[in-house]
Every structure is written in C-alpha cells, then in structure tokens.
C-alpha cells in the first residue's frame, strides 16, 4: 500500500502529458467559446483549433517545470500561511479571575 501512495505523489494525474486541472479547465473554456464563435460570428474552426493545441503545449512545459504545483495557480513567490482562525492555539483558560 506504501508503494501506491508514493507512486500517486510522485505521478501527478495528467491529460495529455499536461496537468489535468488547467488542461480540462483549458478546455472547457476554449472549446464553448469555439461554439459560440462558430454560431454567432461564423468564425473557421481552425482558428479556435490552433489557440487550443497552443495553449495545451504550454500547458505541458509549464507543467514540465513543476508537475505538482502548476505556475498557473501560484499566487506568490512566497509560501501562504494558513490564517489565524486555522492555526493551532494553546487553549484558552476558562477561569475567569
């Protein structure tokens, strides 16, 4: 059981070699908007095509750099900490003197 937990960590899920979060929200934003171009502008599918291949190929180097923490998500250089309300405290005295 050891050795499948560390096979999970160590291999991020992946949807064609990217990272699947941004590469299923990739899609599901840019193939709607293919549609929508289609339909009401009758836009050439082959533009919206090639804006979906591009952004999955970076996709994948970003996700080359570092698989389990997209730079797509990253807010800052620094490491967050949780909130006050979330770390552990000592406790509270209920003695009211």
């Known amino acids: ?9 160590a291999q991020p899920p992946k949807v064609l070699w990217a990272p699947m979060v941004p590469a299923i929200i990739n899609l599901g934003i840019q193939f709607p908007m293919m549609f ?7 836009a050439n599918p082959l533009f919206f095509i090639v804006l979906i291949i591009t952004a999955h190929i970076a996709l994948v ?3 080359l750099k570092e698989p389990h923490y997209p730079p797509c998500f990253r807010l800052t250089d620094k490491p967050v900490s949780l909130p006050q309300i979330c770390t552990r405290s000592e406790g509270v005295n209920s003695s009211h003197e």
């Open 61 to 63: 180097f970003a996700g």
């Open 1 to 9: 059981m050891r050795a499948e937990i560390l096979k999970a960590v």
């Open 36 to 42: 929508i171009g289609i339909g009401v502008a009758d």
